[in-house]
């Protein structure tokens, strides 16, 4: 992290095509939006092919500031992901891309979700580690094994090329770069306003133990949501009306965890949760059935690097005054 905090206005520049993915160009720039309320300190612009509006995965139309030859030499370049099979073959992205990568006046590039495929393309990713959305992880390695494909990071970086995992994962970034521009406290309070963690800890295959259980329809398994109880590998297995290596074996397939992850992984979520609703940290063990204190604490350490303590300090300060943009 630099020490000094820039001081100039930065611009972003956002390279959008027709496919978009609508949330990795709204993520970032709403990050960045919602930053320059409490500090003005961005300059945000939309810039497509032709200058013509574009239609995003969901159908919805955005319209833009300009064409692509319009781009600022000075701003940051950001490219979001989605169907860009057909933007790989557009020359004028590739073209702006590796004269962006000739920049030394600390501009960044950053790509969310399969927009790294653009940067492969355009040859600038090679030899350097980058990040892309798990699904395009066979055809990121296929097409271009001269990148050093880091496919469980949320976001990575080599110099001013930073590039992450799919969609909220490009939200992680924003907050990232934000801190860089401007500091912890800004983010922070970005984060906050946007109701999201300023820190995700783990990779991009970690996904909520909730949420992977009704994915992978174990509706049985779902009483773990009492965590009270004596999840033993044989309690679970009978809760599944399974046997054991079954159960072994559909977790692993379907969540890629073990029994005893799944169930430390859903009552950390449970502790979480108590945590930020201003539980104490002995409420908090008890009612996500870890118990005693330490097994707590011991799986915070585990899992997040971090104590139950420095995550309710981290996380559940609230905001002030939610931000106002002024007009210019």
């Not at 810039?47 to 995965?57: F, R």
């Not at 055809?139 to 969609?167: E, K």
């Not at 970005?190 to 909520?208: I, K, M, P």
Request: glycine share 8%; proline share 4%; hydrophobic share 40%.
């Amino acid at each position: 992290m630099p020490k000094t905090i820039r001081t100039q206005p930065r611009p972003i520049d956002a390279l959008v095509y027709d496919g978009i993915n609508l949330l990795d160009l709204a993520g970032p720039m709403q990050a960045f939006w919602t930053a320059d309320c409490y500090k003005p300190s961005y300059k945000l612009r939309v810039l497509s092919v032709d200058g013509k509006p574009v239609e995003s995965q969901p159908g919805i139309k955005i319209a833009v500031d300009g064409a692509i030859e319009d781009w600022n030499f000075e701003a940051d370049l950001l490219i979001p992901g989605g169907a860009v099979d057909l933007a790989l073959s557009e020359n004028k992205f590739t073209s702006v891309l590796q004269d962006a990568a000739q920049r030394t006046n600390n501009t960044r590039i950053v790509s969310i979700c399969s927009g790294a495929l653009l940067l492969a393309q355009a040859g600038i990713l090679n030899g350097k580690m980058a990040s892309t959305h798990w699904s395009r992880a066979a055809m990121a390695q296929n097409l271009f094994p001269q990148v050093d494909w880091q496919m469980d990071q949320l976001f990575v970086n080599t110099g001013d090329i930073y590039s992450s995992a799919g969609v909220t994962a490009g939200i992680d970034l924003a907050l990232h770069l934000i801190e860089l521009d401007l500091g912890a406290g800004i983010s922070l309070k970005t984060a906050q306003e946007l109701v999201v963690y300023l820190r995700r800890h783990g990779g991009q295959a970690q996904f909520s133990s909730a949420l992977s259980l009704q994915a992978a329809g174990q509706s049985n398994i779902a009483k773990l949501s009492e965590p009270e109880g004596d999840w033993s590998i044989d309690a679970m297995a009978n809760a599944a009306g399974v046997s054991t290596r079954t159960l072994h074996r559909r977790l692993k397939e379907d969540i890629g965890s073990t029994p005893a992850q799944f169930v430390e992984c859903l009552r950390l979520d449970l502790a979480r949760t108590a945590l930020l609703r201003r539980s104490s940290i002995k409420q908090a063990a008890h009612l996500s059935g870890f118990g005693h204190i330490q097994n707590l604490r011991r799986a915070f350490q585990r899992n997040f690097g971090i104590s139950p303590s420095d995550y309710v300090e981290r996380f559940s300060q609230a905001l002030c005054a939610a931000p106002t943009k002024q007009a210019n």
